[in-house]
Nanobody, 115 residues
Framework: QVQLVESGGGLVQAGGSLRLSCAAS??????MRWYRQAPGKQRELVAS???????NYADSVKGRFTISKNYAENRGYLQMNSLKPEDTAVYYC???????????WGQGTQVTVSS
């Protein structure tokens, strides 16, 4: 059974950094995405990475966030630098094991950035 477990969230001051981790069970994932959802707002795509290493970012995080993967550990990461209060949200990882396969979600991890 596929399972995604996030870790690394927490409270940080504006300008600080956090690194989120998403551990995937089972075989090697193909695509990993990070989403976030702030209170009262829709869930939004933050970053994605393919098996070939192609990355995409939301305009709001470009130059500050970096998505990466480590297939040896079957993990994905989201390095978040220069954090802003508006980055405060629950962050979710999402993964697929093939482009036509269903996707799976982690339980979410809270990131709070204080001003």
């Amino acid at each position: 059974q596929v399972q995604l477990v996030e870790s690394g969230g927490g409270l940080v001051q504006a300008g600080g950094s956090l690194r989120l981790s998403c551990a995937a069970s089972g075989s090697r994932f193909s695509i990993m995405r990070w989403y976030r959802q702030a209170p009262g707002k829709q869930r939004e795509l933050v970053a994605s990475i393919t098996s070939g290493g192609r990355t995409n970012y939301a305009d709001s995080v470009k130059g500050r966030f970096t998505i990466s993967k480590n297939y040896a550990e079957n993990r994905g990461y989201l390095q978040m630098n220069s954090l802003k209060p508006e980055d405060t949200a629950v962050y979710y990882c999402n993964a697929q094991w093939g482009q036509t396969m269903p996707d799976y979600w982690g339980q979410g991890t809270q990131v709070t950035v204080s001003s």
